[in-house]
């Protein structure tokens, strides 16, 4: 069955092997020998394979010589993924040192509170009076000021500054922002200061990604006309024109709660839209052959010149370059394959960019469509309607759902969470993005007159409002939302292919999947109750990186206490980011306490297994044991420590706040197996602590650079 299907979509051979070595290279480390001997094979094998069908074309059919193309495929993923690797350590490597380089702004910059984030393409770095080429990618946060503003995509600066890598995830289950950008390609950043930068007299740059942005944002000053609030203009660019930087979270939370964030990224729903309206407007070409030619250039052209509008996300991309394959097929009197036409989409997005490979959105929106392809037939077929409004409305529930279907898998993964009304949400939001897309769309074109387009603005402005109210009402609906729901990756695949199993059944009757499918669904249950099993017996202690804080994370069982600074900067927002996905992944994200290490509850009488604490050690000082794990947090000067003749034994010392880096006070006082420098500890402080543990050969761990620190007692 499998062959057979290959045989028939043979784009999606191409797309699974050779994803399959993206994704193997992402997890493995491969040596450098493997790598040359396994290049070396695949190459033996191409150039045997040409040879050999010269002579025996019937060969192509045969097993092996499928089973070859395979290990090919898949190598050349392994080959292509470790180039992307090797290109991410040059930029490392020239850019290690402080120097003068020449950049060019290639996106709108982002205004913060006290910085102005720019992303910019690296052309090289001055060396005398000459520019060394050495070209990439990197974020710049210049210090805001009334010139740093202003800055428009294509103008060319020169920057004096050090570039540092982008910073790991401080905590465990941390949002991966390095991964992100490095998907990107986007290795480093740096922050500049007033006076270390300044704009060339250089003409801005006219190349298509850099018109296409300052297009953008002459579409989105029109929109500013329209004297919305902050919220509203922050949907409507989100929807139109996929400008995503200033929307809230607490707007992209509601927009999720509701099950509707799919129309908040720009997908091939509003691609679609769009193709729909153009195969309009040019419908009076379609009258004969040269005309249908032109019509479908016109459409695909337009397409490309959206999709570059809009930043080229991965969803729009698939979208546009699957439209086109429809369009020229349809065109050229073609039969159009629209599995084949979807794993061609995802292959050349691979090509072109591996590490879409590890990119939500890119799995999200092909597992969309693909489900919309599969499942859709198979529910808009279980039940039929006479009247035409209520069939409409059928179709486009069926279309939900099909959707949801295929991406709850890795919706659970990924965001921890469910929304059960999301068929409801989708009936009256997905038919409004439509109408806000026309009439934004018409007050753009007819901006230039004045009378149309004050009342196609004010009709867009009202579209807008009604999505929002809607999208308030879903969110508030109780229990509308499944949440803090854990699925591990081995769990989310194996769903997956389930899902997958039980519409192939549904749409071919092929038993043997029915059969499948409930084998993979009796396997994730078990590996869903031996997590849990091992969850009710954790012991887990973790001094956490939490926003230049000094703080330690305990859990037992099913109970989680968090201490923390008294004074420190943490808000709930921080504590959401840093450790939500872990304390899920952990089954205690509904049970977490949070005190302070100058709280009088937090004593030997609190009740959390396993754990000692005594406040006022020696002066100014916490000890907490956890288990048998002892630790002690040094929270004012170590010369405040009593002068003892025993010293006092431990497992952990943990360095806050400034103090002053003397560990030979410390080892005078304590005997202990581990330095810890935790979060609150300043760069300075936190360098000189390190060279002080290297000259006593002590053994240190900076939060700060090293992340998270975790502990598991005995």
């Known amino acids: 069955m499998l062959l057979k299907f290959f045989r028939k979509n043979p784009f999606s051979r191409l797309f699974f092997f050779y994803a399959a070595g993206l994704v193997f290279a992402c997890h493995c480390e491969v040596s450098g020998w493997i790598m040359v001997a396994l290049s070396a094979i695949a190459v033996g094998v191409t150039l045997s394979a040409i040879f050999t069908l010269k002579v025996y074309k019937h060969l192509y059919r045969n097993w092996i010589f499928g089973f070859l193309i395979s290990f090919v495929l898949f190598v050349t993923g392994l080959t292509h993924n470790e180039l992307e690797n090797l290109a991410e350590s040059k930029v490392k490597t020239l850019v290690s040192g402080e120097g003068v380089f ?146 809230d979270a607490q707007t992209k939370n509601a927009f999720s709660k509701a099950g509707v964030m799919h129309v908040m990224a720009l997908s091939g729903f509003h691609t679609g839209l769009i193709a729909m309206l153009l195969g309009y407007l040019f419908g009076l070409l379609n009258g004969s052959t040269g005309g249908r030619i032109i019509r479908s250039i016109l459409i695909v052209l337009t397409l490309w010149g959206f999709a570059i509008i809009t930043g080229l996300s991965a969803s729009v991309s698939r979208a546009t370059f699957m439209l086109s394959l429809v369009i020229t097929g349809s065109c050229l009197g073609e039969k159009v394959n629209t599995y084949n036409i979807l794993f061609a989409t995802a292959f050349f997005m691979l090509i072109l960019t591996p590490g879409l490979a590890g990119d939500v959105s890119f799995q999200l929106t092909f597992l969309a469509v693909a489900g919309i392809v599969l499942f859709y037939p198979v529910l808009y077929r279980t039940v039929r309607w006479k009247n035409r409004l209520t069939d409409k409305v059928w179709k486009l529930l069926a279309i939900s759902c099909a959707a949801q279907l295929a991406t709850f898998p890795l919706t659970l993964y990924y965001f921890h969470q469910f929304p059960l009304l999301f068929w409801l949400a989708n009936l009256f939001a997905v038919p409004l993005v439509a109408v806000i897309i026309y009439l934004a769309a018409a007050y753009l074109l007819l901006s230039f007159i004045d009378p149309l387009s004050r009342i196609t603005g004010q009709l867009l402005v009202y579209a807008v409002k009604c999505l929002l109210h809607g999208v308030s009402f879903m969110e508030a609906v109780p229990n509308a939302l499944m949440d803090n729901l854990f699925l591990s990756a081995g769990q989310a695949i194996l769903l997956l292919l389930c899902v997958f199993c039980f519409g192939i059944f549904l749409s071919a009757r092929i038993k043997t999947l029915l059969f499948a499918g409930f084998l993979l669904l009796s396997v994730v249950l078990l590996f869903g109750i031996r997590h849990d099993c091992r969850q009710s017996h954790q012991k887990l202690a973790i001094i956490n990186n939490l926003n230049n804080t000094s703080s330690v994370n305990l859990i037992s069982g099913h109970k989680n206490l968090l201490i923390a600074d008294p004074d420190s900067l943490i808000t709930p927002a921080n504590i959401r980011y840093s450790l939500r996905n872990y304390w899920i992944a952990r089954g205690v994200s509904e049970q977490v306490r949070i005190l302070d290490f100058n709280d009088p509850l937090l004593t030997d009488s609190l009740d959390f297994p396993g754990l000692t604490i005594r406040q006022n050690f020696l002066q100014d000082h916490v000890f907490l044991d956890f288990f048998g794990t002892s630790m002690v947090f040094l929270k004012s000067d170590v010369n405040s420590i009593p002068v003892s003749e025993n010293r006092f034994d431990v497992d952990l010392v943990v360095v806050t706040g400034n103090l002053y880096p003397d560990v030979g006070k410390v080892l005078n006082s304590f005997d202990f197996e581990r330095l810890i420098i935790d979060s609150s500890v300043k760069y300075h402080h936190a360098e000189k602590w390190k060279s002080a543990c290297s000259e006593y050969r002590v053994d240190c761990w900076d939060i700060n650079e090293q992340g998270a620190y975790t502990i598991v007692p005995q």
């Not at 910073?167 to 200061?193: C, H, K, M, T």
Request: net charge positive; aromatic share 10%; with cysteine.
């Open 102 to 247: 020449l950049s060019r702004i290639i996106e709108i910059p982002e205004i913060k509170s006290k910085s102005v984030q720019i992303q910019v393409r690296i052309a090289g770095e001055i060396e005398h009076h000459r520019l060394k080429k050495n070209v990439f990618r990197a974020i710049l946060y210049l210090e805001r000021d009334s010139l740093s503003e202003i800055m428009m995509p294509g103008e060319q600066v020169c920057i004096r500054t050090r570039f540092e890598r982008i910073p790991a995830p401080g905590n465990p289950g941390e949002f991966d922002y390095r991964r992100y950008l490095a998907n990107r390609r986007i290795f480093v950043q740096s922050y500049i200061a007033a006076g270390n930068w300044y704009r060339t007299t250089e003409k801005p740059s006219k190349d298509i990604r850099t018109l296409a942005e300052s297009f953008r944002g002459r579409l989105l000053d029109r929109y500013r006309k329209l004297q919305l609030n902050p919220n509203e203009f922050n949907v409507l660019s989100a929807l139109t024109l996929g400008y995503r930087h200033e929307l």
